[in-house]
């Protein structure tokens, strides 16, 4: 993540995004139903328990725009035991968020994300040592690349946690690039928390970065101090609950561009 994280301080973590997140993880409790399916609706695919409508937590339908969006959440309702387990239905916790905060007010997690941008990830690299700069550069260069030839954002590069301002117009040029549609924005939003870089984000959501590679751009210093250090199982653990997340983020962006 940005070292600069006295910058992020100033980020409101009660946006309509974060605020329904936390709101889309209700306790573990027993099965209830027999099936999970998805039937067509107004509003797009809602997904059903034993034929009837599923809400979420502020008690709107919980559908998604494509018919596989829904099956994919149905499915994680079909893979419940015995007890319904929200850890292990990311793509379903996701829905919630968005549609209990994104849909009606996605302005502000626009905004969220455009504070992102003031001390992305990408910018900063590390003193050393000359492998990990190398690194660095190796899966954060191509990113910066596309922002300049496709969005035409020229940003500056720092070293260590020294802030570096970057302009307006490249900060203004990104920023119009965040799509405003619920589903799309949200999916945005969750990579863009995890990874602390709103460009590797924004990369994916235009077909300009894959998935893995994205992954592994958000990553490069961990793993790298995970290979001088030793793997910490707590740091393990935490990574596969994120793994999670972005993977049904990503899983979003990736139907959402066909």
Known sequence: MCPLRTLFETIPRDDPMTAARRGARPASRPRFYATAGVQQAERGYCVTLDDKPVHTPARRLLAAPTLELGEAVAAEWQAQREVINPAKMPLTRLANAIIDGVAEKPAPVAAEIEKYLAADL??????????????????????????????????????????????????????????????????????????????????????????????????VDEDWNMEQWGRDVMAIERRAWHFAEFGAAAAVLHELAK
């Open 122 to 219: 990408l910018f900063y690299r590390a003193g050393g040592p000359q492998q990990l700069r190398e690194r660095q550069a190796a899966q954060w260069d191509p990113i910066l690349t596309w922002a300049r030839d496709g969005l035409g954002a020229h940003f500056k590069l720092g070293e260590g946690v020294v802030l570096v301002a970057q302009s307006e117009a490249a900060l203004k040029a990104v920023a119009a690039a965040i799509p405003l549609e619920p589903w799309r924005l949200g999916a945005l939003h969750v990579i863009t928390t995890l990874t602390g870089s709103a460009l590797i984000a924004l990369a994916m959501a235009h077909g300009a970065l894959a998935a893995v590679a994205a992954w592994q751009a958000a990553h």
